[in-house]
């Protein structure tokens, strides 16, 4: 079960009587979660016949709230979001019996995104409701549907427009579609919008802006690196939590550059690194920029500099400067 089958469903208006989704996409679970009750349960203030069920819930009250019927409406449907009660291994299924023998008009909608194949209830639940994993979109399809969604306000964005603001908004849908709002309220329907546009209004993740900094940081552009830091601290990030990014980030590097050297191909990397499919491209130019003596001598300096700093011997906005510094030898 895909994102089409998913899409069929919603135009046939024939909402399966137990559904799961799973995975990653927060966006997408909250997506099609809220556009099968609404098809339900339109009014959403309807709180008898539409029953929201989140974090920490037990399953009793989820077994309560299917037990009891619609009032005064053909259909009551549960949501359950994010409850954690997928996530344990050793969880049974016992307890998951009422599933069975829910009432014809109870839906119940569970929307989890951290779940464990090996727990029992979730093999039940493969067995009882229409079940779909939304993980992380790729590129290609962020861009399709970042594309769709300004044609659908009457936006016009070309695709140079499309690529940009996917590269800034990293992996994350909720970020793009927020992003998206920003960007049609702005060119208003029948408008277009620039590339100037996304620059000056999108708002980076720090992510892609670390990808930034490595980016300078790997071409020798120690000038582009230190303006990348002033606009990080503009956005109001801390040093400590840019310096955590960075550090992880040169871990990376490093490690792909330890494989390549064992001879691994790039696909045999990215098994074992599991990294966004753009993500792992512009990590693997930059970490070719760069010697192995290089990074090895700055993933030793962050070891080092993140011990101090938990000590209160070194300051991370110093330690972010040196690495720049050290950055200038990257051939060496």
Not at 149 to 161: K, T, Y
Not at 204 to 224: C, E
Not at 270 to 284: G, L, V
């Amino acid at each position: 079960m895909g994102i089409k089958e998913l899409n069929d469903i919603l135009k046939s208006k024939n909402v399966p009587h137990i559904v799961f989704l799973y995975g990653a996409e927060d966006y997408l679970r909250s997506f099609y979660s809220n556009a099968m009750a609404d098809l339900l349960v339109p009014d959403r203030d309807d709180f008898a016949n539409r029953v929201v069920l989140s974090e920490s819930v037990t399953l009793e009250t989820v077994k309560d709230a299917c037990d009891a019927l619609p009032f005064f409406s053909e259909y009551k449907v549960v949501l359950v979001r994010d409850s954690g009660l997928l996530k344990a291994r050793a969880a049974g299924s016992d307890n998951w019996d009422f599933l069975n023998d829910l009432d014809p008009s109870v839906h119940l909608i569970i929307s989890e995104g951290e779940t464990d194949a090996r727990n029992k209830a979730f093999k039940l639940l493969g067995k009882l409701a229409l079940c779909c994993e939304l993980g992380e979109q790729d590129e290609a399809t962020r861009e399709k549907w970042l594309a769709k969604r300004f044609r659908s306000e009457g936006v016009a964005a070309d695709q140079d427009v499309i690529k940009r603001m996917v590269e800034l908004c990293d992996a994350s849908m909720y970020t793009l579609a927020n992003e998206a709002d920003k960007l049609t309220a702005y060119a208003g329907r029948g408008g277009r919008i620039t590339s100037e546009d996304v620059e000056v209004l999108c708002t980076a993740s720090v992510r892609s802006v670390i990808f930034d900094l490595v980016d300078a940081m790997s071409t020798g552009r120690s000038g582009d690196a230190y303006k990348v830091m002033s606009n990080l601290k503009m956005m109001g990030e801390a040093d400590q939590k840019v310096f955590i990014h960075l550090a992880k980030h040169i871990n990376k590097l490093l490690r792909y550059k330890l494989m390549q050297g064992k001879g691994c191909t790039d696909t045999e990397i990215n098994a074992a690194m599991k990294q966004h499919p753009y993500a792992f491209r512009k990590m693997s130019a930059q970490s070719r920029n760069f010697s192995l003596k290089t990074l090895k001598k700055m993933q030793e300096f962050c070891v080092e500099a993140d011990e101090k700093a938990k000590g209160g011997y070194m300051d991370t906005g110093r330690a972010i400067e040196l690495l720049i510094a050290m950055a200038e030898s990257r051939n060496k």
